[in-house]
C-alpha cells in the first residue's frame, strides 16, 4: 500500500501547480483523500480532501476558491489544482488516505457516515510529499 505526491515545483506568484496522489497497492474507491501542508517552522495543515465514493469534497476556508480537488478512477489518483498561487502557499503538500470502510468484526464492515477532513490522526497512510514553492 503506497501513495505518492508528486507534481511540485517552483513557480511565480499567481501562476497554478498541480499535484496528483496515486495509490498503489489498494483503489481509492471508499476512502477519503486528503491533501494537507507543511511550512517551514509551522505545523502540518489540512488543505481539502474528497470521498471518493460519494465525490464529497471539503476545503479548508482560506483556501475555497482557490484549491479544487478531484478523483480519477481509471487512474486510481487525486489531484489537486492550485490556482493563483501566493508565496504564503509555499509548503511540502501531502496525500494521505483512510477507508470509510470500518471493520466491525472478521466479516462485517460498516460505513462511516462522517469525518473530519483535517484531522491528521484520521489517516492510515501517507506519501512521502512534494515540494511546491512559490516566489513573490
Known amino acids: 500500500v503506497q501513495l505518492q505526491a508528486s507534481g511540485g515545483g517552483f513557480v511565480r506568484r499567481g501562476r497554478t501547480l498541480r499535484l496528483s496522489c496515486a495509490a498503489s497497492?489498494?483503489?481509492?474507491?471508499?476512502?477519503?483523500i486528503g491533501w494537507f501542508r507543511q511550512a517551514p517552522g509551522k505545523e502540518r495543515e489540512g488543505t481539502s480532501c474528497?470521498?471518493?465514493?460519494?465525490?464529497?469534497?471539503y476545503f479548508s476556508d482560506s483556501l475555497k476558491g482557490r484549491f479544487t480537488i478531484a478523483t480519477d478512477d481509471a487512474m486510481n489518483t487525486v489531484d489537486l489544482q492550485m490556482n493563483s498561487l501566493k508565496p504564503e502557499d509555499t509548503a511540502v503538500y501531502y496525500c494521505?488516505?483512510?477507508?470509510?470502510?470500518?471493520?466491525?468484526?472478521?466479516?462485517?464492515?460498516?460505513?462511516?457516515?462522517?469525518?473530519?477532513?483535517?484531522?491528521?490522526?484520521?489517516?492510515?497512510?501517507w506519501g512521502q510529499g512534494t515540494l511546491v514553492t512559490v516566489s513573490s
Open positions: 494521505a488516505a483512510f477507508s470509510r470502510l470500518i471493520p466491525v468484526d472478521t466479516r462485517r464492515k460498516r460505513w462511516l457516515p462522517d469525518f473530519h477532513c483535517g484531522d491528521l490522526s484520521t489517516y492510515d497512510f
Open positions: 474528497i470521498s471518493d465514493r460519494d465525490g464529497t469534497a
Open positions: 497497492g489498494f483503489t481509492l474507491d471508499y476512502n477519503v
